[in-house]
């Protein structure tokens, strides 16, 4: 079931990806694009999702290992830095909309909140997910290896990770190579 969900998370992706490389080539989109995203914090806020993935990995080992007080421990820092993402990408968004950029203003602005609020609510449910695998955890489920929840939880995180690795390359390395 979870390949199918993040299947068809998938092709969303593709096409919301597809629909900014294809509006990037309109005339005012570069510039917006490099006048107004700070690449350097980015990158800083984008490290730690990817770190996430990390963490996560090790819950799952954790767990496939009966190590029930750092499959918590995991979880909890991979929910902190899922957390820590979302406030710069709020951030982001509060100095854009300072700048008068919004999914309104311009091409730039549409696809690029589209895209990045589409990630951005991604990122948001897999907190909750993760925040409830977490709660039940505590509360003294998964206390066995045989759940299948937490490795699909995983699946979902480190596609969610792998996407924003794309989005980043394209909307904020990309526009500085060429």
Same mark, same amino acid.
Not at 9 to 25: C, D, G, H, K, R
Not at 83 to 109: A, I, K, M, P, W
Not at 132 to 152: C, P
């Given at each position: ?41 980015? !990158?800083?806020?984008?490290? $730690?999702? +990817? @770190?996430?993935?990390? =963490? ?9 290992? /009966? ?63 993760? !925040?409830?695998?977490?709660? $039940?955890? +505590? @509360?003294?489920?998964? =206390? ?9 939880? /995983? ?24």
């Amino acid at each position: 079931m979870i390949k199918l969900i993040v299947g068809t998370e998938a092709m969303f992706f593709l096409a919301l990806i597809m629909a900014f490389v294809y509006f990037s080539f309109t005339p005012d989109f570069k510039s917006h694009q490099l006048l107004n995203l700070d690449l350097k914090t980015t !990158g800083l806020f984008s490290l $730690l999702l +990817f @770190s996430s993935s990390f =963490t996560y990995w090790r819950a799952e080992s954790n767990y496939q290992k /009966g190590q029930i007080a750092w499959l918590k421990f995991w979880l909890v820092l991979t929910i902190i830095l899922g957390c820590v993402f979302l406030f710069g990408q709020g951030r982001e968004y509060s100095s854009l909309l300072d700048s008068h950029v919004n999914v309104s203003s311009s091409t730039f602005g549409t696809s690029f909140f589209t895209l990045t609020g589409f990630h951005g609510l991604h990122v948001f449910a897999g907190i909750i997910v993760i !925040g409830i695998v977490t709660g $039940l955890t +505590f @509360s003294g489920d998964y =206390t066995n290896k045989k759940s299948s929840v937490i490795a699909a939880v /995983g699946i979902y995180w480190h596609f969610v990770d792998i996407v924003w690795a794309v989005v980043f390359l394209i909307v904020y390395v990309l526009p500085h190579i060429s």
